[in-house]
Structure formats: C-alpha cells, structure tokens
C-alpha cells in the first residue's frame, strides 16, 4: 500500500495566489466552537438568519455567540483544491 502524507503549506497574510498552481486564492475565517470542540473554516458552518448551525453538533451558534471564537484564516485554492494556513499579521496577537 502506497501512503503519501499531505503537508500544511503556510502563507503570509499579504499573499493571494496559490503557491502550487499560482491562481487567486479564497480566505476563509477558522473558527472553534467551544462547545462540541470543532475547529474549521466558516465555510463549514450552515449559515442561518440569526447566526450558524455547527457542522459537528448541530447546535444553533447565534451571531457574537462567545461559545464560537475565530482562531485563524485559511485559504484555499479554487482550481488545485490545496488548502493553506494563514500566518497571523505581525502585532496582531
């Protein structure tokens, strides 16, 4: 059996091509919900009229909610499909 172990590529804030295939990248908020433990892109949570649906637990997160925090950015390329982690702008934390 042939296993080939993906690697995280990390950018800088200020880039917005995709580092493999060089097209425009999409950025997405990483979010935690406190509750369930579930970190992912925001593109993952079900949006409602008065906030998120969490895709783990299926609980409804309303909007300022402090049981979900943004942890980070992501980004993914549209054409390759490689995802990326964000490196936080210097002074930011």
């Known amino acids: ?3 080939r172990k993906e690697t995280t590529v990390q950018i800088s804030a200020d880039e917005t091509m995709c580092p493999v295939c060089r097209n425009r990248l999409a950025f997405d ?3 935690h919900h406190m509750i369930c ?3 992912g892109p925001s ?3 079900v949006e409602t ?3 998120y649906v ?4 299926r609980r409804s997160i309303a909007s300022g909610d402090p049981a979900c925090e943004v942890v980070g950015t992501s980004a ?3 054409t390759c ?3 990326m982690i964000v490196s936080p702008v210097a002074g930011a934390i």
């Open 37 to 39: 433990a579930y970190v």
């Open 49 to 51: 009229a008065d906030g």
């Open 54 to 57: 969490c895709p783990k637990c």
């Open 76 to 78: 993914r390329c549209s």
């Open 43 to 45: 593109s993952d949570f």
């Open 81 to 83: 499909g490689k995802e």
């Open 1 to 3: 059996m042939c296993y």
């Open 29 to 31: 908020r990483i979010l």
